[in-house]
């Protein structure tokens, strides 16, 4: 069946627009990520930051941990008991949780002992939780249910990380 040109024509113009369209949502949407990037550079992670520090206090060989002594193999669910009796647990943490981000603390509560990491900082920082602005700071809390193994024994214990960081 042959089309009239008028109808050929359509078809032509439908796919035109169609292609036009999208290469211009392409070009209009890159434009604005482009832009957003080039006005806000600085992204804010924080949360990741709190979360990735959080889990090296707790799930860390160097850490917490419990170390097989046969195998040495770290089990990251599971708190030496030994380790958290240790007088210089704080010292401790600070000297093998390496962190790249010096201006961050962290409180620790595992069962009914309290551990700080750079606790003059969470000290110095705590109190300013909640106020906005660059004298401010914010604060994040984590919780994880781990086992602190004594002697061969299990026994399961609720874990909370509460990390303070400055407003930047």
Do not use: C
Not at 58 to 71: A, F, G, M, W
């Amino acid at each position: 069946m042959h089309l009239h040109k008028r109808a050929q024509t359509t078809g032509y113009i439908l796919t035109w627009m169609i292609f036009t369209t999208l290469m211009l949502i392409i070009i209009f949407g890159s434009l604005i990520v482009f832009t957003d990037r080039a006005l806000n550079p600085k992204r804010d992670t924080f949360s990741l930051q709190a979360s990735l520090l959080s889990q090296r206090l707790l799930s860390s060989p160097n850490s917490l941990s419990y170390v097989d002594p046969v195998t040495v193999r770290a089990y990251p669910g599971i708190i030496d008991a030994a380790k958290l009796r240790d007088p210089d647990l704080e010292q401790a943490l600070a000297e093998t949780v390496w962190y790249d981000e010096p201006a961050i603390g962290a409180k620790l509560i595992i069962g009914t002992r309290t551990v700080y990491y750079n606790k003059a900082y969470y000290d110095r920082y705590q109190p300013l939780v909640g106020r906005s602005g660059p004298g401010g700071a914010r604060s994040e809390a984590f919780q994880r249910v781990m086992l602190i193994r004594d002697k061969g024994v299990d026994t399961p214990t609720l874990a909370i990380v509460q990390v303070v960081q400055v407003n930047p």
